[in-house]
């Protein structure tokens, strides 16, 4: 008898009893499979698979896109802020095409909401939230790939997580200011609901991505104008703070120091437009996690550029940036064999811009966001010390006769009088405390 006669795995496993060898089973040594395609059941249909609410007489209720979300919508039906004649119309739901059941993302959002998710290891609950802004553009609300991912994953460090659900601009609205509102209302909310979502009121985040971090960026240094302008009688929400305690700005759109002066539509030879004034910076503007790719992402490289040197130069502190060397901005177009372009968690074909997740719950620890709820973190200690030497610094050189107005001569530009810092920047208090 010979080797060759016999079948394909009998043969290596004698030869692996005669030479000691390893077998090595491949395509052609394995075993035939014998059924055919025709002989298998059918597969049942995905189940439990995601509906949008149904229209009725009143405003439309959305859904929760996972299991066991609290839904909770941002503005009561009356609100100046919705417009009365869309807010019954139903969202409308595109599922992913390789994952039946899994989300990939929302358009026409009229009453937007927000949907709370408790962290599953609760006897390890760090209080901490993170309010999940998605991008795609302002055109759609890509909440599969870059929120409900996320519910899970920041689940397992003890994070409870937020995902928004926001205006945009294919349904008729102004993202600088409807879609922003949207996010500093969130904040609001969910800081009012501390007590009975078991979280700390001063760990509340926001994390945008693409064109959700054009959400974050004006929330954290813009939120004093929005708290002001809501602080009206019938309010419940009038007395919380819509500051935000740290902002997460992933591959980011335009942030509020982007300066974008002539364009196309500039006449020949006309002189540049004078550069816009830019916002100030609120002395107690909390700190930033910022990521990007560089190279392959350069516009948003740029932009992520911009928030980071305008909160380095306003001294703000625990700033972070990570710029990769390689990678692409989710939905860019790539050659055969390039760097994938995919966002959120996924793995983007192994490259280190992948890893960036574990850098931010890096981050989140060091300024003890991480820690036992209810304990004055890092983050909040270094900004009542940074505003403490900026009121030292200012005294110091009034005293010497060097005051040039506001903030006094050498103060970062832009950056606002030294005050008593806002809620999340102290020792923890209540829900709402100014």
Not at 4 to 9: I, T, W
Not at 64 to 83: A, E, Q, W
Not at 383 to 403: D, Y
């Given at each position: 008898?010979?080797?060759?006669?016999?079948?394909?795995?009998?043969?290596?496993?004698?030869?692996?009893?005669?030479?000691?060898?390893?077998?090595?089973?491949?395509?052609?040594?394995?075993p035939a499979v014998t059924?055919?395609?025709s002989s298998l059941p059918p597969l049942p249909p995905p189940m439990n698979v995601p509906k949008p609410g149904p229209v009725t007489d009143g405003p439309y209720q959305p859904?929760?896109?996972?299991?066991?979300?609290?839904?909770?919508?941002?503005?009561?039906?009356?609100?100046?802020?919705?417009?009365p004649d869309r807010i019954k119309e139903a969202e409308v739901y595109a599922m992913n095409a390789s994952a039946p059941g899994r989300f990939a993302n929302i358009t026409n959002i009229h009453n937007p909401s927000i949907e709370f998710h408790a962290t599953t290891t609760r006897s390890l609950n760090t209080g901490m939230v993170v309010i999940l802004a998605a991008g795609g553009g302002h055109n759609t609300l890509n909440v599969g790939g870059?929120?409900?991912?996320?519910?899970?994953?920041?689940?397992?460090?003890?994070?409870?997580?937020?995902?928004?659900?926001?205006?945009?601009?294919?349904?008729?609205?102004?993202?600088?200011v409807d879609a922003v509102a949207d996010a500093q209302q969130a904040i609001k909310i969910v800081r009012a609901y501390a007590k009975?979502?078991?979280?700390?009121?001063?760990?509340?985040?926001?994390?945008?991505?693409?064109?959700?971090?054009?959400?974050?960026?004006?929330?954290?240094?813009?939120?004093?104008?929005?708290?002001q302008k809501n602080d009206v009688p019938g309010n419940p929400f009038a007395k919380i703070s819509s500051r935000p305690d740290f902002v997460g700005v992933i591959y980011p759109g335009p942030t509020p120091f982007t300066v974008r002066t002539g364009g196309r539509g500039a006449a020949?030879?006309?002189?540049?437009?004078?550069?816009?004034?830019?916002?100030?910076?609120?002395?107690?503007?909390?700190?930033?996690?910022?990521?990007?790719?560089?190279?392959?992402?350069?516009?948003?490289?740029?932009?992520?550029?911009?928030?980071?040197r305008a909160m380095l130069n306003a001294n703000v502190p625990n700033v972070e940036m990570h710029i990769y060397a390689r990678g692409r901005h989710p939905g860019d177009p790539v050659n055969p064999g390039d760097t994938p372009s995919s966002g959120g968690l996924t793995d983007r074909g192994g490259i280190a811009f992948g890893t960036w997740p574990a850098r931010f719950i890096d981050w989140a620890r060091d300024l003890e966001f991480t820690g036992k709820a209810g304990v004055e973190t890092r983050a909040a200690r270094d900004?009542?010390?940074?505003?403490?030497?900026?009121?030292?610094?200012?005294?110091?050189?009034?005293?010497?006769?060097?005051?040039r107005?506001?903030?006094?001569?050498?103060?970062?530009?832009?950056?606002?009088?030294?005050?008593a810092p806002a809620q999340g920047t102290s020792a923890p208090k209540a829900p709402g405390t100014p």
């Open positions: 008898m010979t080797l060759k006669k016999m079948h394909p795995l009998r043969s290596l496993a004698l030869l692996a009893l005669l030479t000691g060898a390893t077998p090595v089973f491949t395509a052609e040594t394995a059924a055919t395609a859904q929760p896109i996972l299991p066991g979300g609290v839904v909770v919508t941002l503005f009561p039906p009356n609100s100046p802020y919705l417009k870059e929120s409900a991912d996320f519910v899970h994953f920041l689940s397992g460090y003890g994070i409870n997580t937020v995902i928004l659900r926001n205006r945009l601009r294919t349904s008729g609205y102004n993202p600088q009975e979502w078991q979280i700390d009121p001063n760990k509340i985040g926001i994390m945008g991505f693409s064109a959700g971090a054009e959400l974050a960026t004006p929330a954290a240094i813009k939120w004093a104008e929005f708290d020949a030879g006309a002189a540049p437009a004078a550069a816009p004034e830019l916002p100030p910076i609120p002395n107690n503007t909390p700190p930033s996690f910022i990521v990007c790719a560089g190279w392959g992402d350069k516009g948003h490289a740029v932009w992520a550029d911009d928030w980071f900004i009542v010390a940074n505003i403490e030497r900026q009121a030292s610094a200012a005294a110091n050189r009034g005293a010497r006769g060097q005051g107005g506001p903030g006094g001569a050498g103060a970062p530009a832009g950056v606002a009088t030294p005050a």
